[in-house]
T-cell receptor
């Protein structure tokens, strides 16, 4: 079993749709849960992070963590064409030096 | 500069040749990571440098891969006797370690194609 599972997509939605992106993980030592966004031919950039179970909201983006199910989600409301990118979930444990990334989900929002 | 820079942005080489990829970190960022991103795959950790400590090389896929960091700043990733399966985007990321500080800042990557 992979440490992190993320559906690579691609996911294509119309402008204004609500988008749901998800990852599952197996390592219960993970303490920090992150979403990175990667535009084409660019490096990933941190979009959101959360430390505990529950929801965290930032504008049109909501990150959700369910530690009991080892499941994290990113919701994008009122999606825009500028949201078209690859979204990677990432996990960090205080005992490690490295982030563990999912494969990334390619999202295309069409006008 | 303001961000992490990497060079070259693209590299095409022949199988069996050696290549060097360079990463210039954000000033003051003592931690530096190299990752590899293959098509349809997540970011694969390669190596981690932190200050003067011995690097964590646990992610290097074979002894053809090596990296160094001179003076705690610029880093070079070297791939010897390149193989076609080495074709990928190589990303460098840096951060300034501290309490609660682990956000990594990525460079734009070097696209390596081995023919």
């Amino acid at each position: 079993q992979k440490e992190v599972e993320q559906d690579p997509g691609p996911l294509s939605v119309p402008e204004g749709a609500i988008v749901s992106l998800n990852c599952t993980y197996s390592n219960s030592a993970f303490q920090y849960f992150m979403w990175y966004r990667q535009y084409s031919r660019k490096g990933p950039e941190l979009l959101m992070y959360t430390y505990s179970s529950g929801n965290k909201e930032d504008g049109r983006f909501t990150a959700q963590v369910d530690k009991s199910s080892k499941y994290i989600s990113l919701f994008i409301r009122d999606s825009q064409p500028s949201d078209s990118a690859t979204y990677l979930c990432a996990f960090f444990s205080g005992g490690y030096n490295k982030l563990i990334f999912g494969a990334g989900t390619r999202l295309a929002v069409h006008p | 500069g303001a961000g992490v820079s990497q060079s070259p942005s693209n590299k095409v080489t022949e199988k069996g040749k050696d290549v060097e990829l360079r990463c210039d970190p954000i000033s003051g960022h003592t931690a530096l990571y190299w990752y590899r991103q293959s098509l349809g795959q997540g970011l694969e950790f390669l190596i981690y440098f932190q200050g003067n400590s011995a690097p964590d090389k646990s992610g290097l896929p074979s002894d053809r891969f090596s990296a160094e960091r001179t003076g705690g700043s610029v880093s070079t990733l070297t791939i010897q006797r390149t193989q076609q399966e080495d074709s990928a985007v190589y990303l460098c990321a840096t951060h300034r370690p501290g309490p609660g500080s682990w956000t990594q800042y990525f460079g734009p990557g070097t696209r390596l194609l081995v023919l």
